[in-house]
């Protein structure tokens, strides 16, 4: 009838599902947008349902001991940091820096929304062979998450209820947008469930979140360095500090979620080559005699001019008191260490047992171990690079043999030894800068631990090195600043520096890349002067 109103076609509310199952003509009428949606959705609130428990469980110490245990999103990273090859990782440190394990979260993420976006297309058409699909990444994130050294088969059950999660709102949200098309209630599920994955992940993974044992424990003072810093540091204005601060200090490890552990958790093992194997707790540890050193770490993957080295203070307990306790056999020349997350490093029996007093660091910069750092107990060895030296979270020291064993890098194609190479960086003016004619201070730093630096020399363009003034020196297993008085003229110039270490050896102008051993050639800047 002309007077009646056009019929409109039905809304259904989310409670109001028609009956029957409406299909289109080859699978679900269901539009690719909605579909992806429905798999977004479904994914991400499985993925936080397996993130909340793991970290409950992790809390709960029922998971077992190492870093990110139980999380599905920070052990496929893991796996992937394990099974990466040097050159790639090499790669990923020059290119990103410390913001390298960021980069990788990012990364998984966006793999991993666009694979749960395939699977919910998937599912208009095959909604079994979809689920399967889900049910078959779960297997593969199980597998990692068991893989991870210290975990226990409890550590599986946090992405297995995320799976059954994902799967069962994958089914029903299919369902619903063949009746009523995508909701908003699927949309704001699909964002929500990826921002708290987000979070939660972030929690268990960024240092210094309120997450698990805090280092708040009191720390023994130890006997002072033979000599302080004084006189150590240049007063250039833009030179990194002699002492680094601790928030500033760089860190480089494989570990995406730092370890937790408390102080009442923490165990030494030292066994291997030795006459007595012996297990030290926390409260043992402190009541040895402490000594504080300055000791700078430097990095292998340090590019020429990088920063991912630094300067601190480390209170601790030498290490070759305590391998003198347990009586090393002869033919030993290594030491591995081990960290609660399983990671490995070879180190030199001879440096753990020279004069140069290795640690067992309990402090930095008078205060206890940042969780990124290390607490409550990590290795500070002089002159060695961190990758065959600084193990963080250390729990094992096993004596044995070159021959015999292998740190986690070795086998990567790194070097078995590591000593740290003489090396130079410009910090003032920074490469590009503009400066006014005139008297300019160039100035930065060098290094060469457990050797010392004798000389730093300067050279403009392609004239002759001219000897740079050095700060005081108070340890040789410490960077040294120095400062060049430059009288600059109008143009653009290179400015070329070198150090010569302790030995009277100078530092190698030949280039080369950071794997296997340590990169190696002049830090050279241009700028402009007006």
Known sequence: MSGDRPTEPPVWELDDEPEGEPFGPGGWAVGPLGAATAGLAAGSVGLLVAELLAGL??????????????????????????????????????????????????????????????????????????????????????????SRPGAMPPAAVPTVAGVGVAIGLLRSGIRRVASVGPSRRQTLAALGGATGVVLVTALRSVPGTPVGPAPTVEVPTGAPPPTGPAGADAGVEGVQPWVVPTDDFYRIDTALAPPRLTVADWRLRVW???????????????????????????????????????????????????????????????????????????????????????????????????????????????????????TKWVTELKVTRF???????????????????????????????????????????????????????????????????????PTIDAWRQWVFDWSATAGSHVLTVRAQDGSGQWQTADVARADPDGATGHHSITVRVG
């Open 57 to 146: 469980g992790s809390l709960a110490g029922l998971l077992g001991s190492g870093s990110g245990q139980g999380s599905p999103v920070l052990s496929v990273g893991a796996a992937i940091v394990d099974g990466s090859p040097a050159p790639l990782k090499e790669w990923a440190i020059a290119t990103f820096g410390t913001a390298d394990k960021l980069v990788l979260l990012v990364s998984i993420g966006a793999v991993l929304a666009g694979v749960l976006a395939g699977i919910g297309t998937l599912a208009r058409r095959r909604l079994t062979l979809a689920s399967a699909t889900l049910a078959l990444l779960g297997a593969v994130a199980v597998l990692a998450v068991l």
């Open 272 to 390: 291997g080559e030795v006459e007595r194997e012996l297990t030290i707790d926390w409260p043992e540890l402190l009541r040895q005699p402490m000594r504080d050193r300055y000791i700078t770490l430097a990095c292998v993957s340090n590019e020429v001019g990088g920063d991912l080295v630094g300067n601190a203070r480390w209170t601790g307990w030498p290490v070759r008191e305590l391998l003198a306790r347990a009586g090393v056999r002869p033919g030993a020349d290594m030491v591995l260490s081990r960290s609660v997350d399983g990671w490995t490093a070879g180190t030199p029996l001879a440096a753990l047992t020279d004069e140069r007093e290795a640690l067992l660091a309990v402090a930095m910069n008078g205060a206890p171990l940042p969780v990124a750092h290390g607490f409550p107990v990590r290795l500070v060895v002089p002159g060695l690079y961190g990758y065959v030296s600084a």
């Open 403 to 473: 021959a015999v064993d292998q740190g986690y890098w070795t086998p990567r194609g790194w070097s078995a030894l590591g000593p740290v190479k003489t090396a130079s960086r410009i910090d003032v003016p920074r490469s590009g800068a503009a400066v006014r004619a005139g008297r300019v201070a160039v100035a930065g730093t060098a290094w060469a631990m457990h050797r010392g630096i004798r000389q730093v020399q300067v050279r403009v363009d392609d004239g002759d090195w001219q000897d740079a003034r050095l700060a005081a020196e």
